[in-house]
Each structure stands twice: as C-alpha cells, then as structure tokens.
C-alpha cells in the first residue's frame, strides 16, 4: 500500500502546485540569500521545540526572502513522487526532518507525517508535529479572518488552504480564482460544508506574497506586469477549471465571449460549478450569443443549484424574481429565499439579490429595489446589511449625511464593524476631534480592524498622523501600508507620498513609484498625476517623457486639474509627445477652470506673450489676476504698466 493512499488524492496535489504559482526553479547557486532570510535560516537548521518558535509573521517574512522560497515548490514535488513510490509500511525510513526543514510553513507537509508515526505509535513525534501544525495554523488564523477578499486568510499553497478547511472541520465543495482590483489581487473563492452549524459558507484566501517571492517580484506590486491577467491565469487555465473561471471572466470583459465558453465548458466537464453560475450570466447578458444555448446554460445552473451550490441558488432566485424563467415564479422565488438563508445564514439570499440589482448587468439598475431587499436582510439579521443599504440611500440621495451618520453611529454601537469605521469616517471628515471623539473613534476602529477592513487601517494610520490617537511604537505607516496591502487607494496614495518624502519610512523613490503605479490601476487620478511627475522629473527613478504622458493622460480624463496642467506643458514643448500648442492651451484652460494657479500663470505668459497665441494683454491680466498667489504672477500685476507697454518678448 503506497503512502498515497491514505492522503488526499494526486489531483488535489496538482492543483496545489500549480496554484502555488511555481514556475521555472532558479538554480540554487545563483540565489543570494538576503540577511532578511537569515531567521528562516537558522530556524529550520534548528528545528526548535514550537513554543520557542519566532512569532509567525516574521518568520514567514523571512521565508519570503530566503533561498527556500525558490525552492520550495521543487522539494514539495520531489517529496510527493518519493511518497508515492514508498509504502506505509516502510515510511520511517523517509527522511522527515530534512523534509520538514524545507516544508516548514507548509500546513499539508504536517498531516502527511503524522499519518506516518501514527501508523507507527511515534507518541513523541507525533506531539512535536502536532505542536507545530497548531503553529502554523493559529498565524494563518491571525493573518485574516477569511470573511472577505480583503480579510483573505494568507496561505503559501493551496494545498494550505484545503488543510486548514479540514483542522477547522469543513468540508470543501468547490472553489475559485477571482480577480480584483483592476487585475492586481487574486484570491480563491473556496465554498465549504461546515457540519458544525450544518451551513454552507463562503471562505477566501491569497497567497500573493508567496507568488511574488518567487517570481522575485516586490510585493503587492504586480501591477507593473499588468496583474495576474497577463502572467498566472493563462498559464493556470491550461489545465486548472478553477483558473478557467478567472480567465473566462477576463475574457467576456474583453469582448471574446466564444473563447470565454471555450473555457467555462472545459471547467464545467472537469466538476467546476463555479464554471456553470458563470456561463448561464454570460448566457443572460444582453446581446451575447453563444454555441450553448440559454436553455443549456440554465441546465448547467439547475445542476450546480440541485448541489446546494449557494451561488447557483442565488442565481435562480433572481431568475425568478425577475419572471426571466418558467414557472411560479412568487412561490420558487420564496422557497430559494428559504432554503439560502437556511443553509448560508438569514439575509444572505437578499444581499446577493441586492448586489444584482445596484450592479445592473443581468437585469435592469434597480436602486429603491436593492435598498428595500438591504432593509429587508437587516431585519432578518445579515450583520452588515443595515450599513450596505445605509452606504447605498445615501449614494442614491435618500438619506440626509447627518442622519445617515448618526444611524452609522448607532449600528457600530451595536457591534457593526462596518458601520465602526464608517461612521469614524465621518467624524473625521468634521475636522480637529475632542478628547473623547478620539478615544471613541480609536476604539471604533480597533474593532474594525479585528474584521480587517482596509478603510479602518488607513483611517486609524491617519488619527495616528493627525496626532489624535496615541499608540507608543506605531507609525502612522505602519497602518497605512496594513491598508495599501489590502488595495486601498488612498493609503497606497500616502504611503507612496512617505516614500517618496522620507516621511517616517527611510525615503525610496523606487517604492514610492511603485505603489503610484499599482495604485494608479485603482484608477485613483492623485495617484496618475505623482506618477507623471516623477517619471517627467527623472525624480529617483529614469526619467520617461512618453510614460509621464501617459499617466498624465489618465489623469487628466477625471479631470484632475495638476494632471491637466503638467500634460499641457508637455504638449507645448512637444516632451514625450508631439507638441501641439492647440492642445496645451485647451488642456490649461480646463485646468484653470478647476482653480490650477499654476495653469491660470501659464496662460497668463502664453497671452502676454503672443507666441504660441495671439497677444491679448486683457486676458494675460485677467488669468494674473486669477494667479495672483502665483509669485510670478504677482511680479507682473505689480509692475503691470512698466512690462505692458513694452514690446512683446
């Protein structure tokens, strides 16, 4: 009986390694091995007892930065083939501790072992083992809460994933990839039995630093390779189904929708219910044919449906709510509605249908709609949906800001974390914070924190800066960058900022680019415009006349008025760009009419001057007048009659 045998199955582990991220293993020799790696080092040369082990984070910090790292998929797949040629009987003879060194923070290397004393009543092994498998999965258990994209519980391998599932008690049912933030972040949607409440229940996790460490790119910075779009996915959907699902949604979002079925058919033939959801909605988009029929995707769908896949039965409710399929439609409507709540917990089958109606791509953009079913789910104890239909009456003009702000306080009082760092949000934005506003607000996020909610980071790194909270050992970075890991535009805003000033973080032109770059892909314009400016500028990094014309460009489409006004100088000295005077006067006009000083100076010059347009000295007045905070502009109203009655230079 090979050892095989009584682990999980050989598919499992292809997935796991693919998911890994592996890819073509540098040779050791050439890896130098940073001093950031040396604690990874000396502890797995050790091996100590676990309670002598460094606290997880850093360890796992330093593993990242070590030579194993490169090496970890390679020695993972080494000790599976030498599992598979070795029976049960003779598995003492293997060697665990040289395994175990390389596989340290791999949580499936610590079931695998065990299965081996146990067989062999190894009582002293198997409690160090054990010992150490408690390790690892308490620091995943800290790295998230496994809730939410952005609270991901961090894994290296999936394989990971699956064993924390069985040390929890849950029983996987199906899972996938997903990208978010503009391409930059991936995380597994995993759906999961949890017999212990008889529910099913959604869980995500990300190994993004893990793929980053070996493809020796920085981490979170993918974005500078085009995310995951461009890099993992077309490679993982070769043979993954989850990976097809994530590839086939790029694709319908590219306009190729033949090539997307193409690939949800093939996730779908290999057990992908996921696959199905997702190609009866590209089935229902308007104006979309496809070789399956309608009625052949919803079979897809009934079947993953008939699985208690929630997804799917998610789907059908709003299928049925919108009369788009036969039948009663009122009382299968009511009877999904039942049975999701029943097996996801109360309000989830309102949420989702709530999420259909804002997003408007199966059906038509129903607001009032999806406030009613938020309000709805809130009665019926989904905890965050009261704070969801709050966020969307006050984006649809419903609710009055201070009304809206005093329920946020109410609901966070009542343990909302969303609505704690929601409503600190708006006590921040009244301006300098009493004594007791800031120890209420402190502790408001604390407790969104605990959920990991990006927002309340970057909020609470800013009560930090702004000096009203206090916290002996902790920077306002320090939470700012807990925020920016999780794509949260404005922190990645400050903490490129910090970088780039040498504001409590050492300064570092290239980190402050990257994160204005990745950044910038959130489609956050300040982010566009400091990005230019340090590629017009050379600022740190080699300069790149055309990149800065890019990033302007992005900019200046949202109407940043900075952008506008360094994107007009480029157009009129031709830098990075063809000069074209026409456009660089109608770019700085746009800018000036946001209230850019600087562009209201230039025009000011372009007019009195009369080079690139036709000398008016009333508007070159006119635009000095408006830049008068401008010390050059100030120069020319305050000897306005000496340089006006000269020639024209």
């Given at each position: ?350 949420v989702q249908l709530a999420r259909y109606l804002l997003q408007g791509k199966l059906v038509k953009r129903d607001a009032a709609a999806a406030i009613t079913q938020l309000q709805i789910a809130a009665k019926a104890g989904h905890p965050d949906a009261a704070s969801f239909a709050l966020l969307a009456q006050i984006e649809h003009q419903q609710l009055p800001a201070a ?163 360094r994107l007009a100088l480029l157009y009129l000295f031709g830098k990075g760009t063809k000069a074209d005077p026409a456009k660089a006067v109608d770019l700085l006009q746009q800018a000036a009419g946001k209230g850019s000083i600087s562009a209201s100076y230039y025009l000011g010059l372009l007019y009195f001057e009369g080079k690139v347009v036709s000398r008016n000295l009333n508007k070159a007045h006119q635009y000095f007048e408006q830049a008068r905070e401008h010390p050059n502009a100030r120069h020319y109203l305050d000897n306005w009659q000496q340089l006006s009655t000269q020639p024209a230079k």
């Open positions: 009986m090979k050892l095989l045998r009584w682990q999980t199955t050989a598919t499992l582990f292809c997935l796991c390694w693919l998911l890994s991220g592996c890819q073509q293993t540098p040779a050791a020799s050439k890896i130098a091995v940073p001093p950031a790696g040396q604690l990874w080092e000396r502890t797995a040369t050790a091996l100590p007892a676990a309670s002598d082990l460094p606290p997880y984070e850093e360890l796992y910090l330093s593993f990242l930065a070590s030579r194993q790292v490169h090496l970890s998929a390679q020695s993972w797949r080494q000790m599976q083939e030498q599992l598979m040629r070795t029976d049960i009987s003779q598995c003492l003879t293997l060697p665990w501790q040289e395994w175990q060194r390389q596989n340290l923070l791999n949580l499936a290397f610590y079931r695998l072992a065990l299965n081996c004393y146990q067989e062999h009543q190894q009582p002293e092994q198997q409690r160090k083992l054990l010992a150490y498998q408690s390790y690892l999965r308490d620091g995943i258990l800290r790295s998230g809460n496994g809730k939410a994209s952005f609270s991901a519980w961090r894994i290296s391998t999936f394989a990971d994933a699956h064993e924390l599932l069985g040390l929890l008690g849950m029983q996987m049912q199906d899972y996938h990839a997903v990208l978010g933030s503009s391409g930059n972040s991936m995380h597994y949607e995993v759906h999961a039995y949890d017999p212990a409440d008889n529910q099913l229940k959604v869980v995500f996790f990300e190994n993004q630093r893990y793929l980053h460490a070996i493809d020796g790119l920085p981490f979170p910075f993918v974005g500078l390779v085009d995310g995951w779009r461009k890099e993992l996915l077309p490679e993982g959907a070769k043979s993954n189904p989850a990976m097809m699902v994530a590839l086939a949604r790029v694709l319908a979002e590219e306009g190729k929708y033949a090539e997307a079925e193409r690939y949800l058919l093939t996730a779908i033939g290999q057990g992908s219910l996921q696959a199905r959801v997702a190609l009866a909605e590209l089935s229902l988009l308007p104006g979309i044919t496809l070789q399956s029929s309608k009625a052949q995707c919803l079979g897809w769908l009934t079947d993953a449906a008939d699985q208690d896949y929630i997804p799917a039965l998610q789907l059908l409710h709003l299928l049925h709510q919108q009369q788009l399929t036969g039948g009663k439609h009122q009382q299968a409507s009511q009877e999904l509605v039942a049975y999701i709540n029943e097996k996801s917990g109360p309000g989830h089958a309102e009304t809206a702000t005093a329920q946020l306080k109410q609901l966070a009082e009542q343990g909302s974390t969303t609505a704690a760092y929601l409503y600190v949000s708006d006590v921040m934005q009244l301006g300098d914070l009493t004594a007791d506003q800031g120890l209420q607000a402190q502790q408001l996020l604390r407790r969104a924190m605990l959920s990991f909610h990006p927002e309340a980071f970057y909020l609470y790194g800013y009560g930090l800066e702004r000096q009203w909270f206090n916290e002996p050992g902790r920077t306002a970075a320090d939470y700012y960058r807990q925020a920016a890991e999780r794509y949260f535009g404005r922190a990645m805003l400050k903490l490129g900022n910090m970088y780039r000033d040498g504001d409590q973080v050492a300064a570092d032109p290239q980190q402050a680019s990257r994160w204005f770059f990745l950044c910038s892909r959130q489609g956050v314009a300040a982010c566009a415009f400091h990005a230019g400016v340090m590629l017009d500028d050379g600022e740190g990094i080699p300069a790149d006349p055309a990149g800065a014309v890019r990033f302007y460009s992005f900019g200046a489409e949202q109407g940043y008025a900075p952008a506008l006004n």
